[in-house]
């Protein structure tokens, strides 16, 4: 029962988000904020993992794969983009963004939920769940697909670069690779998974953030819950999105 | 002008208020007094409607919040002002910015007009030079002056200030006070106070409303608060320390 009437909470709060904001110009403010906060914040994790993923997704597939000699080497080029454009780059980000930027909201919706920080904007007459959360989601949804451009990008240098470094294969037949049968679905697949992967961790988050109870010990609970549940919801919605469209 | 008009709270299993009724007139303090756990915060977190009362009506000249749709809520707490027991300020804003808030988000002054007005309320509760910094770096008192201010900058009909002196010294406690009670007698406004500090009931409470156990025990003044000696419950609530006893008895002898 409680699951269900959490279930619910959650979709009446993000149904309470869609008003008239009080003041565009102050939320625009408040979602540049958000766009630096998880944007710029981000780009550093984001750029050393999704570089090392590229780099053991080639030296993997080519100890498997090119030892048996099932494949020509180039193959390895199409290989390294197609897997981080369709499950690396935005699984992985997604998970680290999660846990990241996840808890950062969390946390901080729920020391201003504790030290009634919510309730002064309510007093106000400002729409706490528009103004806390909309720019969270806005900001996400806008700049989370462009890291996980950036994830794709640098995992193929890095792919790149550990495969040639290992001598798996050459640069030259790894660029051919990469130039062979690009397909435009995936990269339409990849964004539509960066958005609605944006969406369950700001959403998630922002939910345990915003209502919790209590003091320090449960903004830290809520913390590991956005984490843990975002992490979750979001492995299910890439696997239903990979069912359903390819 | 508000009255209250027999609400009554539950949360679960626990009815946190069992039927208060009174009325808060303009211009003057008043008090809410009761032990910890008499149902305080929940009064006045129904007043501003933060709470939903299950049963009664809360009227605001006239007007009834708990009837009231979204806009005309929100058009009505745009004539409230709060300060909050924590004080409520938002960590990442400086003072300017925190007294500025509620001007940038509802006002369409420009923002020399906004500095001009938030430089005047920070000047009317006493707080120079201090723009500029965080709450963080600033004093317990200094942050219920801030509160002050921003709960004051939208020119407010009506203030609500839930235990304005707790975690002060007595005697910024009592400046506290002094400031309140002067604003609410500056701009007329319907100030609702919750506290358990006796220096406050003595000092600028013009109505006092007790509550124990959910419940109305008494309404007075502060002069009626002295006398009473039948209500066992308020009795024993006011003269808790034997200081107190001790010094009623020896106003009485003289």
């Known amino acids: ?246 | 002008m508000i009255e209250v008009k027999n609400i009554k709270k539950r949360f679960v299993d626990q009815e946190v208020l069992k039927g208060i009724s009174t009325e808060f007139s303009n211009g003057k303090c008043n008090l809410i007094i009761g032990s910890s756990g008499a149902g305080k915060t929940v009064f006045l977190k129904s007043l501003v409607g933060l709470f939903t009362p299950e049963e009664g009506d809360i009227l605001y000249d006239g007007r009834a919040i708990n009837k009231m749709g979204v806009k005309e809520k929100k058009s009505l707490r745009n004539e409230m002002g709060m300060l909050f027991q924590g004080n409520a300020l938002f960590d990442s804003l400086t003072v300017e910015e925190n007294v500025r808030f509620p001007l940038d988000m509802f006002s369409e002054m420009s923002l020399e007009e906004k500095t001009e007005r938030v430089n005047f309320c920070l000047s009317r509760v006493n707080l120079l030079n201090a723009n500029h910094k965080y709450p963080g770096e600033i004093s317990g008192g200094m942050m219920k002056r801030v509160g002050i201010a921003r709960a004051i900058v939208m020119n407010p009909k009506y203030l609500f200030c839930d235990e304005p002196n707790s975690g002060l010294d007595p005697k910024t406690a009592l400046i506290i006070d002094e400031l309140i009670k002067e604003i609410t007698i500056e701009y007329n406004i319907t100030t609702v106070i919750n506290t358990h500090d006796m220096n406050s009931v003595m000092g600028i409470g013009d109505k006092v409303v007790f509550l124990h156990q959910g419940l109305k025990h008494w309404e007075g003044t502060k002069e009626e608060v002295l006398e009473e000696t039948e209500n066992k419950e308020l009795y024993e609530f006011i003269f808790a320390s034997d200081f107190l006893k001790k010094l009623r008895a020896a106003a009485l002898k003289q």
């Not at chain 1, 625009?28 to 914040?41: A, C, D, F, H, N």
């Not at chain 1, 909309?134 to 949804?141: E, Q, R």
């Open chain 1, 1 to 246: 029962m409680s699951f269900l009437h959490d279930i619910g909470k959650y979709f009446l709060m993000i149904s309470s988000m869609f008003t008239r904001p009080e003041n565009v110009r102050m939320y625009l403010k408040e979602t540049m904020r958000q766009i630096y906060q998880i944007g710029i914040g981000s780009v550093l994790i984001i750029a050393i993992v999704s570089t090392f993923v590229g780099a053991v997704t080639a030296v993997q597939f080519s100890y498997q794969l090119l030892d048996i000699g099932l494949i020509p080497m180039w193959w390895m080029g199409i290989i390294v983009r197609d897997s981080l454009i369709l499950e690396m780059a935005p699984t992985i980000c997604a998970l680290l963004l999660a846990g990241k930027v996840g808890s950062n909201i969390a946390s901080e919706l729920g020391s201003m939920r504790v030290t009634e920080q919510i309730d002064a904007l309510e007093i106000m007459g400002v729409n706490t769940t528009a103004y806390l959360v909309g720019p969270k989601v806005v900001g996400a949804l806008f700049i989370i697909p462009f890291l996980i451009i950036m994830a794709v990008g640098l995992g193929i240098v890095g792919g790149g670069v550990a495969g040639a470094m290992g001598g798996f294969f050459s640069t030259a037949d790894y660029i051919r690779g990469l130039q062979d049968g690009h397909e435009v679905y995936y990269v339409v697949v990849m964004l539509i998974k960066s958005y609605v992967f944006a969406f369950i961790i700001t959403t998630v988050s922002c939910f345990q953030g915003f209502y919790v109870k209590g003091g320090a010990l449960e903004i830290g609970n809520a913390s590991t819950r956005a984490v843990v549940n975002s992490s979750i919801v979001i492995i299910i919605a890439n696997f239903l999105i990979a069912f359903l469209l390819l």
